[in-house]
């Protein structure tokens, strides 16, 4: 990899790595519906200013939209609020690392929506492997060791539904044609909407005014969100989508690393093995099966010329995986997250 690639990982992976550090400082101030309706807000004003900046346009289709909506609720409002309520009380390291399970219940969610026809042995192995790493940092045997249980519920919960979005984008939203830096703008407007509806009923309470918690704040809205979405475009067109998914296995050490030394997070034997665990589960699940003969490079068309371009909307021919990163990179974890 070149030197620019190098830079472009290692900066997607320190943001989106910080994510769960500047959740759990704002959460002293705000509650969790405020936070995640400022941080919305705030990212899809970034990336939607930036997609009209290049000249692109939100899709005005209704059906896309009724689609969006889904994945705005499954991929950012639900999990993000989520994983803000339980790091009130649990570790935003534990959050980190139970978030990698995200890939379990994509492949789950994948199934039932049909997606997903059979599961190889490394699949299988991959599933079962993340879910009792999952186990192991949960430590229902102990949980005061990771945190309390509600906040165990709420990670494990959020990665569900997280997962559950990329499954839902990749069947209804990947394939249309639409710029992803659009569709993650529709997306975040999305789910502002929603937290908009929820505020009433679930965000009212007393603000803390905290200059840490402030700051937090507008960092998980305009870089976290905003801006970090725009550099996993580029490192996701520039450098590929096998490149990018690496930023899941590097954001969770960095988590990891943020929690121990900033917050002073203490983190047991379960979780340093159930960290493992689910790191190398997310290794199985990514691996791509060995070619069929009818799957050769002889006998596969090459994409059309310029087909990559570098507008922030992908290749316009091939398998569509950028585009299908493309779409989902504002619910991975920096989003989480």
């Not at 999990?79 to 649990?90: N, R, V």
């Not at 969610?109 to 492997?129: C, D, I, P, R």
């Not at 949960?138 to 165990?152: E, K």
Request: charged share 10%.
């Amino acid at each position: 990899m070149s030197k620019a690639t190098y830079t472009r990982l290692a900066a997607l992976s320190l943001i989106w790595g910080s994510v769960f550090l500047w959740i759990k400082i704002a959460g002293y101030g705000f509650s969790p519906v405020q936070m995640v309706l400022i941080r919305l807000a705030l990212g899809a004003v970034v990336i939607l200013a930036i997609g009209y900046a290049k000249g692109l346009r939100l899709p005005r289709e209704a059906a896309t939209w009724g689609h969006l909506t889904v994945a705005a609720l499954l991929g950012n409002a639900v999990p993000w609020t989520l994983y803000a309520e339980g790091e009130i009380a649990g570790s935003s390291s534990v959050a980190a690392v139970v978030n990698g399970s995200a890939p379990i219940w994509t492949l789950a969610a994948a199934l039932l929506l049909g997606q997903e026809k059979k599961v190889s042995g490394f699949k299988a192995g991959g599933v079962l492997l993340g879910l009792g790493g999952t186990a192991l940092i949960a430590s229902p045997w102990n949980s005061a060791s990771a945190g309390t249980g509600w906040s165990i519920l709420c990670f494990v919960l959020g990665s569900i539904s997280f997962g559950a979005s990329f499954a839902y984008m990749g069947k209804y939203l990947v394939g249309r044609g639409i710029p992803p830096l659009m569709l993650a703008g529709g997306q975040l407007g999305a789910a502002t909407v929603l937290l908009l509806v929820a505020f009433p009923f679930l965000g009212l309470q007393a603000v803390t005014w905290r200059t840490d918690s402030v700051i937090s704040v507008l960092v998980l809205g305009v870089v976290c969100t905003g801006f970090a979405a725009l550099l996993n475009f580029e490192l996701i067109i520039k450098d590929g989508p096998t490149v990018a998914s690496t930023v899941t296995y590097l954001m969770t050490a960095v988590a990891v690393v943020l929690g121990a030394v900033v917050l002073s997070e203490p983190l047991g034997w379960t979780v340093w093995l159930g960290a493992v665990a689910v790191l190398a589960a997310t290794g199985l699940l990514r691996r791509k099966p060995r070619p069929t003969p009818e799957s050769t490079p002889e006998s596969t068309p090459e994409p059309a010329a310029g087909a990559e371009r570098g507008d922030g909307s992908g290749p316009a021919s091939g398998d569509g995986s950028a585009s299908k990163s493309g779409a989902a990179s504002v619910s991975s974890a920096a989003a989480a997250e």
